[in-house]
């Protein structure tokens, strides 16, 4: 691609408020001008139908397809909810860097429960703030807040949590207490489907050009939230079932919708399976009290199994901390150590495969000397 002068990188102003709307920065601008060739202007994806995606400018949208190339360059971005690309007409020539993304090991497993994902899966970029939304009903499980957590602090990305359905309660504000003991600062929000409680107090996130993205299971309320939070039905909602709890997946797609206070949200079909890809500090952040608590035992390379002088095993027997906790830091801790082993040694089969035709040809030079 060519480059340009700054003076033909520039966007017309009414374009750069246009596209503020939908979160634009000095961030996306910097890269922009580093791609930009006169011809392509950016958008962003404000929805994903397989192969074919919504994108925006701020005013309307239009439906777009990829360029050959991300389909088939590994090292190419590909688009996702919530991306910046660069367009030409109705072709995503490239993907901005982004900001931040949210993945998560792909799913689909073949239904085996100790298979690790052998892919990442990104499932929204350029966020703000992610929703952890749990209904106080049978979805309500402080184990999985846990790994939401563990994954959105993973990625770098600041959670809050979202507790839906609380008009099922005479007295709901246990469930907050409950989830503190696992949610060390971060916000904890009762909303139900019934009046405006909690409603108000989740506009801040919604602040113009700000996006939040939602993860939850089926039938947790994610798009009924965002139908109280718009004003009026803009996504489909789904009954639970009686039998297991559990709703269908209502929301099949994700999209990117303006509020009307100017912020977006990322409405995400629900998660099954919460797989770790990324594994860059989550599970120091999300147990902050067992990682204080191991800076006291005697061995800094401590499995808190049973080394003599554990601090945090003495902190168990003491009920410092509870047994089901502490399970499921070893539990991803051990994810986690996985997942740095998978992928140093990714790095090093890469490396191998890079010096592998060099070698070859020594191997042949030293031959045809030694024949010689």
Not at 143 to 156: F, K, S, V
Not at 200 to 211: D, F, M, N, R, V
Not at 266 to 274: F, K, L, T, V, W
Request: aromatic share 6%.
């Amino acid at each position: 691609m060519s480059t340009m002068k700054p003076s033909e990188t520039a966007l017309t102003m009414d374009l750069v408020q246009s596209l503020s709307t939908l979160g634009w920065s000095p961030f996306f601008q910097t890269h922009l001008e580093n791609l930009y060739d006169g011809k392509l202007e950016p958008a962003r994806v404000v929805g994903v139908r397989k192969n074919r995606f919504y994108v925006s400018q701020g005013k309307g949208e239009w439906l777009a397809t990829t360029a050959g190339r991300l389909n088939h360059q590994i090292d190419c971005l590909y688009p996702v909810a919530g991306d910046w690309v660069i367009m030409t007409d109705d072709v995503i020539y490239s993907v901005l860097p982004r900001k931040n993304a949210l993945s998560r090991g792909a799913a689909g497993r073949h239904g085996k429960q100790k298979a690790q994902p052998t892919r990442g899966q990104v499932i929204a970029a350029n966020l703000d703030t992610v929703f952890v939304v749990c209904g106080l009903d049978r979805d309500f499980n402080l184990r999985r807040i846990e790994r939401c957590l563990t994954l959105i602090y993973n990625c770098g990305l600041n959670p809050a949590i979202i507790l839906t359905k609380a008009d099922l309660h005479i007295f709901p504000e246990k469930f907050i207490s409950e989830v503190e003991t696992v949610a060390f600062g971060v916000p904890v929000q009762l909303v139900s489907a019934n009046d405006s409680l909690g409603l108000a107090q989740l506009e801040e996130y919604l602040s113009p050009g700000k996006t939040v993205t939602m993860i939850g299971s089926s039938g947790a309320g994610k798009s009924t939230l965002v139908n109280r939070l718009y004003g009026k039905s803009v996504q489909s909602t789904g009954s639970i079932s009686e039998n297991v709890g559990k709703g269908k997946h209502t929301t099949t797609s994700r999209d990117l919708i303006i509020m009307p206070r100017g912020g977006m949200v990322i409405d995400n079909p629900g998660i099954r399976e919460i797989a770790f890809w990324d594994g860059d500090g989550g599970v120091e952040l999300a147990f902050p009290e067992i990682e204080r608590l191991a800076l006291e035992c005697r061995f800094s390379d401590c499995s808190h199994m049973h080394e003599p002088g554990c601090r945090v095993n003495q902190a168990l027997i003491e009920g410092e901390i509870t047994s089901d906790r502490m399970e499921s830091y070893q539990k991803m801790k051990r994810e986690m150590m996985y997942l740095s082993d998978r992928q140093q040694k990714t790095s090093d089969r890469v490396e191998k495969e890079r010096w592998k035709p060099v070698a070859l040809k020594i191997k042949a030079i030293k031959k045809r000397r030694g024949n010689g």
